[in-house]
């Protein structure tokens, strides 16, 4: 399997650290030094459904894939205001795919978790061409009278084209079971015979423990991915991490004891955006042309519950036309 597309959309509205500070008892200084991040973009007036078409757009305009030729548009998705039906549904017709669609939930390891389904399609012949398009919220889970979380999270779409080729050498996939740690809960409709009662809890985010699980089962996958490709750190020329933390990335790096050159940032623009954030940074590096024909690639992502992710790829060359960098 290779990468042939991508595209990624973000919302119009640019929020500060200083606005933030405006309601909340925080300030620039205090977000920047923890968390990397200056600015983030948040859904006002857009929807989320809007950001997925057109991420999904540009990776189908990229690829020189048309609609009807996806086999399998898979959506990575943690919440969005639809229960059913899912986000894949909602977008399948307006984009002009007429093939199966199916939403998942990896948390901010989805889009690897979705990538790892396409290769399984795509090496048993069930599907050639297939869309994964990942698109995120998660400013909506958060309690925005508490700092906690709320300056940490933002919204965004980042989308791939994949198909038949010699690109991806590998994946691992983690899950284990930590929900006390990182965890929103929305309350179901009730019924005459409920005995338990439910609510909603906004996103609850354990920073330390969070900090801990996140570098350690990093570092632990993409040792275990390098070593089961007779790999070294330094054979890497693109670390492309989920964007949460800076302080999450730098010890990764520090442990790999590579250049920062190799480790390209945007949450500092865009804040975490969950699964949608390699995708998004994914896009952007291959539009800049610092994603070269040749190069291995290495992603690694962690999300609640707890999962991890990791791959390894040669990237291929995509060319864009000029619309879409406009």
Known sequence: MKIIGTGSALPEKVVTNDMLASFLETSDSWITTRT???????????????????????????????????????????????????????????????????DLNGA?????????????????????NILIVAAEEPSRFCNWHERETSVLF?????AVVVTEGEGFKDFILTGDTHTDVLYYKRSLET????????????????????????????????????????????????YLLHQANFR????????????????????????????????????????????????NVLLSAFGGGFVTGASILKWSGIEYKEKSEE
């Open 154 to 158: 933002a919204d965004g779409a980042g």
């Open 248 to 295: 999450i990335n730098d010890s990764i790096r520090e442990h790999l004891e590579q250049p920062k050159e190799k480790f390209p940032t945007n949450m500092q623009k865009y804040g975490n955006t969950s699964s949608a954030s390699i995708p998004i940074l994914m896009d952007e590096l291959s539009r800049a042309g610092e994603l070269k024909d040749g190069m």
């Open 191 to 238: 019924t005459p015979f409920d005995r338990v009662e439910e609510k909603t809890v906004p996103l609850v985010m354990q920073g330390r423990e969070v900090f801990k699980l996140a570098v350690r089962s990093c570092i632990r996958d993409v040792d275990t991915i390098l070593e089961r490709n007779n790999m070294t750190g330094s054979d890497i020329d693109m």
């Open 36 to 102: 990397g991040i200056h600015t983030r973009r948040l859904l006002s007036k857009e929807t989320l459904s809007e950001l997925a078409m057109t991420a999904a757009s540009l990776a189908l305009e990229s690829s020189g894939i048309a609609p009807e030729e996806i086999d399998y548009l898979i959506c990575s998705n943690v919440a969005n205001s639809y229960v059913t039906p899912s986000l894949s549904s909602i977008i399948l017709g307006p984009l002009g795919c007429k093939c199966p669609c199916t």
């Open 108 to 128: 901010c390891t989805g889009f690897i978790y979705a990538l790892d389904i396409a290769d399984a399609f795509i090496k048993t012949g069930r599907a050639k």
